[in-house]
């Protein structure tokens, strides 16, 4: 029986082998000492085995029960956006060179791989306004919970202040790292326009407090009071943290212009698939006058003994092999190739190209907000915002309902924000990349006017 | 090549020397220390007017093969910091007690300076 299965390199034989070797007279008798009830609820039953062809077509029938976005007109954002990427960047990225999650563990031999985190982490600089970043994090979360781990090791305080309208799940992920090393976390209240209140901020903020960390543009798509919130933090000696979506900063400045310390962000808008929310990778970068705490690995660019460019990584006195339990984290793998395909994007598409898809996101997404708020039950809550802009629905129809409806023409029409903000009810956060065209905002315009009819509304 | 250590000075196990001159004194770090740790490339300085307890790190000097804390010998206050520290932290290699001096503190107590070693005494325990 065992032979069918030919890609178990243990054949019957070899078996029967080991099994004489070790006096035992079948397989069964190696698990002897796991008591029969539990052998029995853990019994697995399994159907009977597939040959390629009938396991290939049985997956395209699995696969065909999900619904993409190559299918669907897609509205999902919230921190995971549908950008287009060029097929150059996959072609760059799936050459066998680079396949690898971790910077090298003998890196001075992998000077492509370098020179690619090197290129990476220059990139990263000019899109955070920043002086130095580190070669990735593991995703947008971690990173801004290790962004608040620096910012308590510079400022030797022990609390941190984060916004109500940073990405809830992050929040949660804060919340998870910060347990073990006591750091106590205040979420600072948003006001009705879905910004941070910065009057309550200014309230909530004391000496123990070493940062202040928003979004920008926030969760909910707005572009938060910058410049106030930067004040109120420098103003207590706390640093100032922004979590940033990277393609924003081809309209909006970046967060090196208003002063923030440490920049993080997640990297996925930057050449990674949507791929059902991750794996992506985080970012992290900081001025110069701390980037002695910056945790994770760094590139850097030398010259070797014949005067030729050399890459290598650098700064290393701050990780664990040389600083053991004083070291600035204990995070040495990233992901290096999900930096790396970034790397390739950013090249593909330039400043230029920066510039432009967020200039097309941006007035899409505008133009898509007004003709909804004329839309008799159906509102916006602000104008403040990038790309994506919180809907609300009108009073008569329940998430779910037009959700369904929405489905059923192949319509995805963005996240429910209320099941994370009571605060926010009957509230659909709607995204707006390049990607979706005219036509598609039309569909979803007339889809929302049907409703609003069908209601007796308009 | 040794230098030597100057006079009115005390030394830790852990490789800081104290110069007393009247109320101030000056802390860095030994000519051993310097030599093990190899060429320094950056000392992180504590600020100006931070009071300190005997034992509390005051500092972290990195070098090209490790990073390590700067304690303190004697309990007391910040008065200077060697800025030139912050562009040429190689001083410390070449000249550890007179350019390479990182604090100099006031307000300290010449009874905490029973559990530091003379400079003979010093010496003798890195010979060891």
Redesign the interface.
């Given at each position: 029986m065992l032979s069918n299965y030919n890609y178990l390199p243990h054949t019957q034989e070899d078996r029967a082998q080991m099994l004489k070797e070790i006096g035992l007279p079948n397989q069964e008798d190696l698990f002897s000492n796991i008591p029969k009830d539990l052998k029995e609820c853990f019994s697995l039953f399994l159907p009977k085995a597939y040959c390629e062809l009938e396991l290939q077509s049985r997956m395209l029938e699995l696969a065909k029960k999900n619904i993409w976005n190559g299918d669907y007109i897609s509205f999902l954002g919230a921190g995971c956006y549908d950008h287009y990427i060029p097929s150059i960047v996959e072609n760059i990225a799936s050459k066998v060179e680079f396949l690898t999650a971790y910077t090298p563990y003998q890196p001075e031999i992998s000077q492509g791989t370098l020179q690619a985190i090197y290129e990476f982490q220059s990139m990263i600089c000019s899109l955070t306004g920043m002086d130095v970043a580190n070669a990735s994090m593991y995703d947008g979360a971690t990173a801004t919970a290790e962004a608040v781990l620096m910012a308590c090791r510079i400022t030797k305080r022990t609390k941190a202040i984060i916004a109500r309208t940073l990405n809830p799940e992050t929040q949660d992920v804060i919340k998870t790292y910060l347990n073990g090393p006591e750091i106590d976390i205040d979420v600072s209240p948003m006001n009705d326009e879905g910004i941070t209140d910065t009057n309550k901020l200014k309230e909530l903020i004391t000496k123990e407090v070493a940062c202040v960390v928003i979004q920008m543009p926030n969760f909910l798509g707005n572009i938060e009071d910058v410049k106030k919130i930067e004040a109120i933090a420098h103003e207590n000696g706390s640093l100032f943290v922004v979590s940033m979506n990277p393609i924003s900063v081809g309209i909006l400045k970046t967060p090196g212009q208003y002063g923030a310390d440490i920049v993080i962000g997640d990297g996925q808008p930057l050449g990674c698939n949507m791929m059902y929310g991750g794996p992506a990778f985080g970012f992290m970068a900081c001025t110069n006058k701390f980037m002695?705490q910056l945790p994770g690995r760094i590139a850097g660019a030398t010259l070797d003994k014949n005067g030729n460019t050399a890459y290598t990584l650098t700064l290393q006195?701050?990780e664990q092999h040389?600083?053991r339990e004083?070291a600035t984290s204990n995070i040495c793998s990233n992901q290096a190739l999900c930096a790396l395909t970034s790397c390739v994007y950013m090249s593909a598409i330039g400043p230029k190209g920066l510039k432009e898809l967020a200039n097309i996101s941006f007035q899409r997404a505008h133009h898509l907000a007004t003709k909804i708020n004329n839309i008799p039950g159906f509102s916006i809550l602000t104008e403040n915002f990038f790309n994506e802009f919180i809907m609300i629905l009108p009073k008569e129809l329940s998430e779910e309902t037009f959700n369904n409806k929405m489905l059923e023409l192949k319509i995805i029409p963005g996240i429910n924000v209320s099941s994370y903000f009571e605060e926010l009810p009957r509230s659909i956060l709607v995204s707006i990349t390049e990607k979706n065209k005219l036509v598609d905002l039309y569909l979803f315009i007339s889809a929302l006017k049907d409703i609003s009819k069908s209601l007796g509304l308009g | 090549m040794t230098i030597e250590i100057p006079n009115n000075t005390y030394c830790t196990k852990s490789h800081e020397y104290i110069t007393i001159e009247g109320d101030t004194a000056i802390l860095g770090i030994t000519h051993y220390a310097a030599e093990q740790l190899g060429e320094i490339?950056?000392v992180?300085l504590p600020e100006v007017g931070t009071e300190f307890l005997k034992g509390d790190i005051f500092g972290t000097i990195?070098?090209v093969?490790?990073?390590s804390?700067l304690y303190m010998p004697v309990a007391g206050k910040v008065i200077e910091i060697n800025e030139t520290l912050t562009s040429e932290p190689e001083l410390i290699n070449d000249d550890c007690y007179t350019a390479g001096w990182i604090v100099k503190i006031t307000g300290f107590s010449q009874d905490d300076l029973i559990d530091t070693l003379s400079s003979a005494d010093y010496l003798n325990h890195i010979e060891e």
């Open positions: 002695r006195t701050r040389i600083r004083k | 490339v950056y992180e990195e070098s093969k490790a990073a804390e």
